[in-house]
């Protein structure tokens, strides 16, 4: 064999090793890079978990953009009311319901239902957890989730007559806070993003837990909340 045949048969034998020796180490680099590519089931299931706060903060229950939405529903419940009131203040001479002995607004309110209003379900704040009541049922002895400012007339000049659940049942000046802050009882129909306020035209008025206005009783006067 002459010296081109050898030098022939080295470089094929030469190749050939070389690219074994490369498909060799190829094939762990690609199952490494393979298994980092992927996400492990851990990896995936914190993902999963993120997603849900995120959404959960956004759209849940207790999110501000989920009780602006329910303050608005909030404010057509005082309006309906308002419209109960109307009908029985024409009833008795421009008085609203009274009672002297109550102590809830419960125990006032239900005068409403259901010769006023059958429908219970406005006494009812969706943006609290306050379970509902059947239509025309009494709630003298249930549980409603608004204020309600007894003593005064419909007839009066621009006065809160309602408002959603307040944190006590004294009289506030501005800068004092009406509604909870943190989003724990009491005060608390919108969680920690304040409440409505129905006045004596009818008209609505939302508030942040800090009041804008002063809230002082005239004589004869009292606020009383709903049943904790």
Known sequence: MDSLSIARVLREKFASAAGLRYKSHMKPLRRNFAAK?????????????????????????????????QKQLCADNLQKIYLAMQIYANDFGG???????????EEVLDVLVPR????????????????????GESFRKRKISYA???GRRLDAAQEVLMS???????????????????????????????????FSDGSVQASGPQLT???VFTQGVVLLNPKP
């Open 213 to 215: 206005f002063s809230l």
């Open 95 to 105: 008085k609203l319901p009274q009672n002297t002995n109550a102590v809830t607004s």
């Open 148 to 150: 309600y400012y007894m």
């Open 116 to 135: 006023y209003s059958a429908d219970t379900s406005i006494f009812i704040c969706p943006g609290g957890r306050d379970s509902e009541i059947s239509a």
């Open 37 to 69: 590519a992927g996400f492990s089931l851990i990896e995936l299931f914190i993902t999963l978990v993120l997603m849900v706060i995120l959404t959960t903060m956004m759209w849940g229950f207790a999110s501000a953009r989920h009780q602006r939405t």
């Open 164 to 198: 959603d659940r307040q944190v006590d049942t004294e009289p506030k000046r501005a800068g004092e806070f009406v509604f909870s802050t943190t989003g724990k009882s009491p005060g608390n129909n919108h969680h920690k993003y304040g409440g409505n306020f129905l």
